[in-house]
């Protein structure tokens, strides 16, 4: 978007805001204590939306074939006694 837009930003401004992004995003889902619901759901939201955008370039098969293991994966989480939503519940 910012070639697209000819968007006048420098390096250093854009590593900050991207860096500022993660380390809020990660306090926000890990340490949830003191922040507010709003902050943590519009950092998923952003992931997913982000996730999903680079799935976009992605050929057919690779596509299917990721969600795919994610469901599978998902499903192992969920439904076995030794999955990793054990560890974190």
Do not use: R
Not at 46 to 65: K, N, R, V
Not at 67 to 89: Q, S
Request: proline share 4%; aromatic share 18%.
């Amino acid at each position: 978007a910012i070639q697209i837009y000819h968007l006048p930003v420098d390096k250093l401004s854009y590593y900050l805001g991207l860096w500022n992004f993660a380390a809020v995003g990660v306090f926000a889902v890990f340490y949830g204590k003191g922040v507010p619901k709003t902050i943590t759901q519009g950092y998923l939201i952003c992931t997913s939306i982000i996730l999903a955008w680079h799935l976009d370039y992605f050929d057919e098969y690779s596509t299917w074939g990721l969600l795919f293991m994610l469901a599978l994966y998902d499903l192992c989480a969920v439904l076995t006694p030794c999955g990793p939503l054990k560890a974190l519940v």
